[in-house]
């Protein structure tokens, strides 16, 4: 409990925080002679507003123990009882006021810190369609849906998880259109988690997805509010974590790997040819390789016989087998790609260009791999940069079919694609088969997968998500 004595809790506050010289206690009298102390963290409030309404007004008008609610001029104002909520509070960036003679203290509303300007996402960029993207602060976040969706059915509830970090969390849906059975499923799931620290999203999605071992993500994660907002409108619900820029939704189906926010601002007839790229590049980046071992080492008479001589006199003189030719060609494209991820930009553009250019050149030069490999490795990074929601699929399972191209020819590719098919089929996302609308086939979500139709065509929202108020639009008289 809060003692009524204004050292005995600066005594017990400043051991629970372990004498940290960033937790500040400041005692102060009103010109009444009544003491008073408030406690903050340096650094997490609005030190100017605090000196100018807070401590400036209460020192000169306070004249009882009654008036000090009247006189703390911020529009919220909480009481608390124990020691225990002070520092929960305190941690959240709040100012607590204590009072001689009062057994409890006042919560004041006054955090202030650094955060990111609003800018647009660099992985989710667009020609057409919003810039903004979320930053690391879960309030901006939070207004920026708030400006994309002004409904007062959009709700937020909020959490924390991490025994140590005490992280904020927030559940966004719409009430009315939102399936109840995933809401209650995030629920559930969110509450089982007990673990120290939250430090990104990344944490949650790992913790709460249904397939831990896959591959394939079955969680989506983006920067961008109008994604955010389209998709719980379908009935979904996201996950904001404060921290991060990172905002989950789920569920999610296989299909959205292969779309883009802006599918739906351009011409659908455009639209549905992008995807149909996005399909071949998909397809290209994870069994060209594989295709191309197969055929070289077992099934020739299948290559065009000019192609066939012309590979085989850009291997001439190369010492590596085939199989491994490719794969160190591959793991050497990681190493780039990798590098210069982690490195500063400056000097990873470099890496790009040293990587690329002249260790690509001078490898083939000394006869180490052939043109034709590089060409094929080439290709399929840029294929695989079409799609880069599974990157991370993409390369193992490009290594897995490119294995088995090598050990089985033609056969072990058509076994490779097998088992990801079965994989995508088998997977679920929160209750939601992974692979719909193809399996089990719909209908109606067949109308926004690897084609888009016109929206006045999109009458409801997807069966498989949204349970109650199904229709989103009413289509004109007469169509």
Request: overall charge neutral.
């Amino acid at each position: 409990m809060i003692s009524k004595r204004i050292k005995d809790n600066k005594r017990r506050l400043v051991e629970l925080f372990n004498h940290s010289t960033d937790f500040v206690t400041y005692e102060f009298e009103s010109e009444s002679n009544i003491k008073m102390m408030v406690c903050y963290i340096e650094g997490l409030i609005d030190r100017n507003i605090l000196d100018r309404d807070i401590l400036r007004s209460l020192t000169l008008n306070v004249k009882n123990l009654k008036e000090i609610r009247k006189y703390i001029m911020t529009p919220k104002i909480e009481e608390i009882d124990t020691i225990n909520e002070v520092v929960d509070e305190v941690v959240y960036g709040k100012v607590v006021l204590f009072a001689e003679g009062l057994k409890k203290g006042f919560v004041i509303e006054l955090s202030k810190w650094d955060k990111r300007q609003v800018e647009e996402p660099q992985a989710e960029s667009v020609v057409r369609g919003p810039k903004e993207g979320f930053i690391e602060d879960i309030a901006v976040n939070k207004v920026l849906l708030r400006k994309k969706l002004r409904n007062n059915n959009l709700v937020f509830e909020d959490l924390r998880l991490g025994k140590q970090s005490k992280t904020d969390i927030s559940l966004a849906y719409v009430k009315g259109i939102v399936n109840l059975e995933v809401l209650e499923e995030v629920k559930k799931r969110l509450d089982k988690i007990n673990i120290d620290a939250i430090l990104e999203s990344g944490y949650i999605e790992e913790l709460i997805e249904d397939s831990p071992k896959s591959l394939l993500p079955t969680i989506t994660n983006t920067q961008k509010p109008d994604i955010v907002a389209a998709k719980i409108l379908e009935g979904r619900v996201a996950i904001f974590v404060d921290g991060t820029p990172h905002v989950l939704i789920v569920p999610r189906v296989f299909v959205e790997a292969l779309m883009s926010s802006e599918d739906y601002y351009l011409r659908p007839y455009f639209s549905s040819f992008l995807r149909i790229v996005r399909v071949i590049a998909l397809f290209i980046t994870v069994y060209a390789p594989g295709i191309f071992v197969a055929l070289m080492l077992y099934h020739q008479e299948m290559i065009p016989t000019v192609l066939l001589v012309s590979a085989a006199d850009a291997r001439e003189g190369v010492p590596l087998p085939l199989t491994v030719e490719v794969l160190l060609m591959i793991i050497t494209l990681e190493f780039t790609k990798e590098s210069s991820l982690r490195l500063p930009k400056n000097i990873g553009s470099t890496v790009n260009i040293v990587g690329a250019l002249v260790l690509g050149q001078a490898a083939v030069q000394a006869g180490l791999v052939s043109t034709l490999t590089v060409i094929l490795v080439s290709l399929t990074a840029l294929a695989e940069f079409i799609v880069p929601q599974l990157t991370q699929a993409i390369i193992m399972y490009r290594l897995f079919a490119t294995i088995m191209g090598g050990f089985f020819g033609i056969y072990g590719v058509i076994c490779a694609f097998f088992v990801i098919t079965l994989e995508v089929i088998s997977l679920e996302s929160f209750s939601i088969p992974f692979a719909w609308p193809l399996a089990p086939r719909n209908t109606s979500g067949l109308k926004d997968t690897f084609i888009r139709v016109h929206l006045r065509k999109y009458i409801t929202r997807p069966k498989a998500l949204a349970k109650q108020n199904v229709k989103r639009q009413i289509p004109p008289k007469g169509e």
